[in-house]
Nanobody, 113 residues
Framework: QVQLVESGGGLVQPGGSLRLSCVAS????????MGWYRQAPGKQRELVAR???????NYVDSVKGRFTISRDNAKKTVYLQMNRLKPEDTAVYYC???????WGQGTQVTVSS
C-alpha cells in the first residue's frame, strides 16, 4: 500500500510561483514513475507532468517552459515547480504513482488577482 500526501498549494497572483510537494510512504519510491495531475471545476482531470524512474520528464503543452517536475528518491518526494502562473492553472493538483490506483488527496492552487 502506498500513501501520497501533497502540500504547497495556495492562492497566488498571476505571474507568481508555487512549489508543490508530494511525499510517499510505503512501497519502493525509486521504482515508481510519478505524475502530477490537475482538475479544474467542470473539467476532466488531466496529466500535467510525468517523471520516470530514470528522470525523463514529459509535460502537457500548456505548461511547457513554466513548470518543472523533479524527484528526490532519498526523501521519497516528487515536486512540481510552477512559475509564471496563469488563472487557467487554477485547479486541484494531485500526484499519482503512474499506472496505479495510488493518488494523493489533492492540493488547491488558485491563481487570481
Amino acid at each position: 500500500q502506498v500513501q501520497l500526501v501533497e502540500s504547497g498549494g495556495g492562492l497566488v497572483q498571476p505571474g507568481g510561483s508555487l512549489r508543490l510537494s508530494c511525499v510517499a510512504s510505503g512501497g519502493f519510491f525509486s521504482t515508481f514513475a510519478m505524475g502530477w495531475y490537475r482538475q479544474a471545476p467542470g473539467k476532466q482531470r488531466e496529466l500535467v507532468a510525468r517523471i520516470s524512474t530514470s528522470g525523463n520528464r514529459n509535460y502537457v503543452d500548456s505548461v511547457k517552459g513554466r513548470f518543472t517536475i523533479s524527484r528526490d528518491n532519498a526523501k521519497k518526494t516528487v515536486y512540481l515547480q510552477m512559475n509564471r502562473l496563469k488563472p487557467e492553472d487554477t485547479a486541484v493538483y494531485y500526484c499519482r504513482v503512474e499506472n496505479s490506483e495510488f493518488w494523493g488527496q489533492g492540493t488547491q492552487v488558485t491563481v487570481s488577482s
